[in-house]
């Protein structure tokens, strides 16, 4: 077994592979997003010359910012942006308590809307979005100011644990006290105080924070967060904010301030814009508003010597020479990230800006050529003879005279330089790129108004190409959702898990909720609830419309508990419509059954049971009264036509002796005979049928007589 590792050997580690990371510093990597963030930011090319059009086209920022907003809507434009699935039967309210606790966490405890919005640009922008997702403990300190305190109020401030009295003076004053024995209020001499107290409490939250793209590590040659064997970041933080996590505020001190110059040129180019020059250090800052570099490193290393290395998390302070601040095993790394257009077996893809760059260049230039093209044209250059007056001519006052030297004629003499328009031809090299960026990015632009065979498109056409584009948008989405917005939350889920240790009460949909997820399941499966394939709102609406249609159809004709369709089924439909209506929340509009309140239960009677038996009772006697006439009459029915089809049976008998023996002796008159009397037979049971029948009607009317109700006083 190998000896244990020093801390001074894991420093040196974490340090090479931080600066050997991709993107770190210097590199292709770097350099690429250095160069999208100047096409975006639209400056200069250096190649322009002067005297001819130097403009720049902004296709890189427009294509990003026209995807953001159906991305962030997409996402932010339903009420719960994830939801939890349970694993078993026992996790159904865990799952429900999961989706609503880990929503709020990300729109309520963190800014979620920014979150999303630096994921997406970051991506769109530089290659990858980063989302750090982590567990936080910090300590806050609020400070109270209180004058005028007597005694028992000074005690019962200042006997907390987490207060702590940072000024304090007191003085004789007065109170007003009744007097025991007349009962009468009198001044009476007291002691008062002013306090200024710090109140000191431990905030225990989850944390996204949003990685700039320069300041995020990553191991050369990693595929996957999974198979990295570092991952990392970069973070400013003032001694402040160290001091507040816990640490000694004498080792924060010794701490290298931090300067811009140990950063890369892609960390420059952000800020170039803004500032004329990066910032040479913060050595000027005094005290706890002094900035530090702090590298919050996952390293795969095998630290115990053991020959197993183990996932670590190693914190330094200071880019060179960095201090070790923390050392311990890790559980999982913190990094949720996406990438809009992965490439595959590899960490990072490509972005928005790297398959639109070329385009905005290739638009500059057409777009220089055509104003320097219009400028000639309007502008034309001439060939002159010696006899003009070039004092005239140079002079381009509308209207103005040129004078011809000698009395020359003023033809052949000047000769205008004619410059071929390329108006045609440059609109068309436009429009051409912007199909090539609506086919790279999904964004659908109808240039209709620089296009002449745009009004021999068909809506079909058009539609198609709408289709087109909105396809491949919805792709990139559906990356983000089952990459870092499934990641972040997944994350938020395992972290409260684990270190949440004691319940916490939150105002989910305006009601009250105590959360304690100890309990829960952190594998519970997770759907993202997006509306991806729904970007048009109106179709969506009448899809949901046709539904609910159906559902109040189902509803009114088989009663809302029918195996079908319930209220709640119908309550979702109309949720989701007012959500692809642009409402953030159905509540205002309609009440959840589920939610609804109990109905009130009538107050108690001591003789509530009794009367009940006594009406049941009665309702019992009536259904035997009404019923046994109707069983009597039931049952001589059967009998009689019992009898009626034996008798039937007997006659076809005699009748079919009869024709025989008739057949035998040729005597007609006695098969007639027989005939004859089984006819009376039959009529005589039709008869005593029929009686039957009358005698149950009338007990019938009898029972049901008796039934009612008897007036009062009778």
């Not at 601040?325 to 800006?353: C, R, V, W």
């Not at 055509?370 to 002079?395: E, G």
């Not at 309990?519 to 048009?536: C, E, K």
């Amino acid at each position: 077994m190998a000896a244990k590792m020093t801390d001074d050997e894991l420093v040196a580690i974490a340090a090479r592979e931080a600066f050997q990371s991709l993107g770190f510093l210097s590199g292709r990597l770097s350099e690429e997003r250095r160069l999208a963030m100047a096409y975006y930011n639209g400056e200069p090319y250096g190649d322009e010359i002067d005297g001819s059009s130097a403009v720049v086209t902004t296709e890189v920022r427009d294509t990003i910012e026209a995807m953001l907003p159906s991305f962030l809507k997409t996402f932010m434009g339903s009420e719960d942006v994830v939801e939890f699935e349970p694993e078993t039967p026992s996790d159904e309210a865990s799952a429900k308590q999961a989706t609503d606790y880990c929503n709020y966490i990300f729109t309520k405890d963190n800014n979620g809307f920014h979150v999303l919005y630096s994921l997406f640009k970051d991506a769109f922008l530089s290659k990858l979005g980063v989302t750090k997702v982590y567990w936080s403990e910090t300590e806050r300190v609020r400070e109270e100011r209180y004058t005028g305190l007597y005694d028992p109020q000074f005690v019962a401030l200042t006997e907390v644990d987490e207060v702590e009295v940072a000024e304090h003076s007191e003085y004789q004053g007065q109170i007003a006290q009744a007097d025991p024995g007349t009962g009468q209020t009198q001044m009476m001499p007291a002691t008062q105080h002013d306090v200024v107290l710090k109140r000191k409490s431990k905030v225990k939250r989850v944390k996204l924070q949003p990685v700039p793209p320069e300041q995020f590590m990553v191991s050369r040659r990693a595929t996957t967060s999974e198979d990295a064997i570092m991952l990392g970041d970069w973070m400013l933080y003032t001694a402040s904010e160290l001091v507040a996590e816990g640490y000694d505020k004498d080792l924060v001190d010794s701490l290298p301030s931090a300067a811009e110059t140990t950063f890369n040129e892609e960390r420059i180019q952000r800020f170039i814009v803004d500032d004329d020059a990066p910032e040479l250090g913060d050595d000027s800052q005094d005290g706890q508003a002094r900035r530090i570099w702090v590298g919050d490193l996952y390293l795969k290393v095998d630290y115990d010597g053991d020959g197993i290395a183990e996932l670590r998390r190693v914190r330094l302070a200071g880019m060179e020479n960095g201090k070790l601040l923390e050392n311990e095993l890790a559980d999982g790394q913190p990094y949720a990230y996406f990438s809009p257009i992965p490439m595959t077996h590899k960490f990072y893809g490509l972005s928005i800006a790297d398959v639109t760059r070329d385009m905005q260049l290739i638009k500059s230039t057409v777009t220089r050529q055509l104003l320097d093209n219009m400028y000639r044209t309007n502008n034309a250059r001439s060939a002159v003879s010696d006899k003009v007056n070039m004092d005239d001519l140079l002079n381009p006052v509308p209207g103005g005279v040129v004078r011809m030297l000698g009395g020359a004629a003023p033809e052949g003499q000047i000769m205008p330089l004619e410059t071929a328009p390329i108006m045609q031809e440059a609109i068309g090299v436009l429009n051409y790129v912007d199909g090539i960026l609506e086919a790279r990015s999904g964004t659908y632009q109808n240039n209709v108004g620089f296009d002449p065979n745009s009004i021999n498109k068909t809506a079909t056409a058009a539609n198609l190409s709408s289709n087109s584009s909105q396809l491949r948008q919805e792709m990139i989405a559906r990356i983000a959702a089952e990459t870092g917005v499934k990641s972040i939350f997944r994350k938020i889920l395992e972290l409260v898990c684990k270190h949440q240790d004691e319940p916490r009460t939150v105002r989910i949909n305006k009601v009250w909720t105590m959360m304690d997820p100890r309990s829960w399941n952190d594998q519970m499966g997770l759907t993202i609830n997006v509306g991806l394939g729904t970007n048009n709102k109106d179709q969506m609406l009448a899809h949901l419309a046709a539904i609910a249609a159906k559902q109040e159809q189902i509803l009114m004709q088989l009663g809302p508990n029918n195996p079908l369709c319930t209220l709640e089924n119908y309550y979702h439909t109309l949720a989701k419509m007012v959500e692809n209506g642009g409402f953030r929340s159905p509540d205002p509009f309609f009440t959840d059954p589920s939610k609804s309140p109990t109905p009130p239960q009538p107050p108690s009677n001591p003789h509530a049971g009794a009367q009940v038996q006594a009406q049941t009772d009665l309702q019992k006697e009536q259904m035997r009264l009404q019923a046994e006439p109707q069983i009597e009459q039931l049952k001589g029915q059967i009998e009689t036509d019992r009898a009626i089809r034996i008798a039937q049976i007997n006659a076809d008998a005699t009748i079919e002796a009869a024709r025989i023996k008739a057949g035998q002796d040729g005597s007609i008159a006695q098969m007639q005979a027989s005939m004859d009397g089984m006819q009376t037979v039959l009529q005589h049971l039709f008869d005593a049928s029929q009686n039957n029948q009358d005698r149950a009607l009338q007990a019938q009317q009898a029972a049901q007589a008796q039934a009612q109700p008897q007036p009062a006083g009778s």
